[in-house]
Structures are given as C-alpha cells and as structure tokens.
C-alpha cells in the first residue's frame, strides 16, 4: 500500500531553516571576533565594555523578537535560542544578556504590553535599551511569589516600596519589569507587573554580587523607596503579575537552556583541540582510547541536550504546548554543561586549574544553570506535576 503524503515531510529538530544557518553563523562569528579577545578580561574585571553592547545592538540580537515595525528583528523566539546559544560558545555572560533581553523582557512586553506600552517601549529596545525582569527577593526566590515588594496607589500614580536581590543586567539596564503586591491580602492575585525606569524617582541600583561564574554579567540589588511609577506603566493587568511572571519564565528557561549547551559546546570544542595537541607517551593523548570514550559521551550528551531545547523552543514558536519540555531542557542542559565543563577541565589537567586557559571559567560559568530561572529540583517539581497531576 502507498501512503500519499500531502504535508511537507518531518523535519529533523537540528535541521535549521537556511534563514536560521545564517544567522546562527552570524552571531557566531560575531561572537568568535568581537567577543573571544575579551573574555578573560571581561570576566576578572566583572564588566561588560560599553563598546561591546554597542556592538551587540548593531548586530541585531538585542532586540530580536522585536516586530520590525518597531525597527526590531522581527524574528522567532527560536532564533533568540540560536543567538544566546552562539554567544554562550565564547562567553555564557554575554549570552545571559541577550537572553534575559529577549526571552524575558522584550517576550513580556510584546506579549503583554498594550498598544502604548509597545510604542513606548519596543523601539528603544532593539535601538540602545537594555531591560531587566526583577522577580526574587532575599526572602523569596523559588517561593517568588512570597515577595514583600508593595506598591500602593498614590497621587494618581503607583508608589512602589521594597527591595529586588539578584537581578541580572542590572548595572546596564534601563528598563526594568519589576514585580510587586498591591493587594497581598488577595495572595498571589495582588502581584502586579511594572514597568520602572533607571530615572524614575525612588529607585536606585544597589550592591552588585561578586560571583563564581557569569561574573561579567551584571547581578544587583534594587531598591524602591515610595519609587513612582505613572499607571500606564502597568505591563499587563493589575493583580495579574504573577501570570506574566509563570510565563516569560515557562519560556526563559528555554533561553538558559540555549545558553548551557552553548557553553557545553565551547568546553567541548576546547577540549577537543587541546586534546589533538597534547602529547604524553609519545603520542596525543586523544589518541588514548579512555580520552575518546569521554569526548564521544560528552558530544552524544551534548546533542541530546541540543534535541531538548530546540524541541522546546519549537514547539513554543508553534504555540503548542511546552512546559514539560521546557522544565526538562533545563534541567538536563544544565547539568550537561557542568559535566562537559568539568571533563573540560579534567582533559587539560593542570592547565585546566589555571587562567591561562579558558576551560576553568566555563566550569565555574556552568553552575549558575542549575539555579536560576528555577532551580533544578523546581524544574523537577514542574514535571512531576505534568506527569503525576
Ligand atoms: C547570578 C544570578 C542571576 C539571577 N538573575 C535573576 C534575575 O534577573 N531576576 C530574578 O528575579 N532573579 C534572578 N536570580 C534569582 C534566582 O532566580 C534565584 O536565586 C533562584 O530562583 C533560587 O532562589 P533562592 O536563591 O532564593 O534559593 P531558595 O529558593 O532558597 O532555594 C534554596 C535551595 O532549596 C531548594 N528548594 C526550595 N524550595 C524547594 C521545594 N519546594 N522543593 C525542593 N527543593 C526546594 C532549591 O532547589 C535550592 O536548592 C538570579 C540569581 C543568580 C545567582
């Protein structure tokens, strides 16, 4: 019997559109050019260079999902996980930007901004705009919505007052979605999503935390003291915070995904070449069979972590659903990236302890992605659920 098939056929997941190739490859290069010679320096300073961001605006990956119309990208959120990927293969901490850019901030304004707040706001965005998404407290992080972050009305305006701890790109950023409670006598459904400028008066941006890994990536405290917000700059509706916080976050875990078999990828690549090089007994030592079988376990637990979060992120751009999927991708690419990292280290031996060498910043950059945007054993309390109800 012949079966007619009238739809186009199934589509490998790793099989990029010619379209996504090229600027997968774009950003790559970029990233292998402009980004590689600054790593070191980038990360024992703790900073991103203004010049660099600049550059990154230029390029196009600020402002990706951004509708064209508002002089963005006009892309899918898949080639969001393409740059952050590319990027996080040199440096996790520029691909963390990007990510919290694109798969948090510009995603919860275009999927929950009204007419004005897009006008406002996407344009800047994808010109010279940096955002930030302040969710956890001192007092809250898995159990976000416990925040003591309030706002109340006054003067026709909302006064928002509170504290934010770890808050990624803080120390550039210019826009800030930040979640507090209007009503926390209504629990979770007073939690209200806002947009607060760097300007606006009543806020400020505090300490920055000096970190294991990601370092040149900005974390900081922020402030609010009776800071004032103008009504239009609720994102969404009032006491529905927390839907536009569950999620961009359902989503942005896909982006951490992106950025851990990125940096996977980067540690493997080391790996691979420093191992051709080195020679003992005579020989290179990925010559030695024991060396092969590490590298082949690594790359196979590379793709599969590849499969997962492109998988994820597909079935997110075809609007089906992707909780489940997105819970696993970062689980798994997280704890991907640690290992990989960690054989990284192993196969340079000492060189791989030391500075000189680039393998030791992805070991410590790999751990952040078991802990943020949900840490593992959430993402765990995630599938269950899916799977037990
Ligand atoms: C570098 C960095 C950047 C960050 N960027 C941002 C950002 O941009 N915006 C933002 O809002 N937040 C950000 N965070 C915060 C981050 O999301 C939280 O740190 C994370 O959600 C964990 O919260 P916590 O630190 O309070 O840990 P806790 O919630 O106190 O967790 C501590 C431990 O307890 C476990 N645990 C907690 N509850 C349960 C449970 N119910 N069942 C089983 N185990 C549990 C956790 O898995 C973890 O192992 C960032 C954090 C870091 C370190």
């Not at 963005?72 to 996980?81: E, I, L, R």
């Not at 051709?276 to 793709?303: C, D, S, W, Y």
């Not at 640690?338 to 000189?356: H, I, M, W």
Request: charged share 25%.
């Amino acid at each position: 019997m012949t079966t007619q098939h009238s739809e186009l056929p199934a589509q490998p997941l790793t099989r990029l559109s010619e379209d996504e190739q090229l600027f997968r490859d774009s950003v790559y290069e970029f990233a292998d050019r402009e980004i590689r010679p600054l790593v070191r320096e980038m990360d024992e300073q703790a900073k991103i260079p203004k010049a660099l961001i600049d550059k990154l605006f230029d390029l196009g990956v600020m402002g990706i999902e951004v509708p064209d119309s508002f002089g963005g990208g006009g892309a899918s959120f898949f080639h969001s996980v393409l740059a952050v990927e590319a990027l996080s293969r040199v440096d996790p901490s520029i691909g963390v930007l990007v990510d919290v850019q694109n798969t948090l901030v510009i995603n919860a304004l275009v999927r929950w901004g009204n007419e004005d707040v897009r006008k406002r706001y996407l344009p800047k965005m994808a010109a010279d705009t940096i955002g930030a998404y302040a969710l956890s407290e001192a007092g809250s992080g898995s159990d976000a919505f416990a925040m003591t972050t309030r706002a109340a009305e006054r003067d026709g305006e909302w006064a928002l007052t509170g504290r934010k701890l770890w808050i990624t790109n803080a120390n550039e950023a210019n826009l800030f979605i930040v979640f507090a409670n209007v009503s926390p006598e209504a629990g979770y459904r007073g939690i209200t999503a806002f947009l607060v400028e760097r300007g606006f008066s009543g806020f400020t941006v505090g300490k920055k935390e000096d970190k294991l890994g990601i370092r040149a990536s900005s974390t900081c405290e922020l402030l609010f003291d009776d800071c004032r917000v103008p009504r239009a700059n609720v994102l969404g509706e009032v006491g529905k915070g927390y839907k536009v916080a569950i999620e961009t976050l359902n989503e942005g875990r896909i982006g951490i995904g992106a950025q851990m078999i990125g940096l996977a990828q980067g540690a493997l690549h080391h790996a691979m070449a420093y191992t051709r090089e080195r020679k003992q007994f005579g020989k290179a030592i990925a010559e030695f069979q024991a060396v092969q079988h590490q590298i082949a376990r690594a790359a196979t637990e590379l793709e599969a972590a590849r499969l997962l979060v492109y998988n994820a992120a597909r079935l997110r751009d075809s609007r089906q659903p992707f909780l489940t999927e997105a819970a696993m991708c970062k689980i798994f690419s997280s704890e991907v990236a640690e290992r990989v990292a960690s054989l990284a280290v192993n196969l340079f031996g000492g060189y791989g302890f030391v500075k000189d060498y680039p393998v030791e910043k992805l070991y410590r950059d790999a751990k952040i992605g078991q802990i943020y945007e949900g840490t593992s054993n959430l993402q765990l309390q995630t599938i269950a659920k899916q799977l037990l109800g």
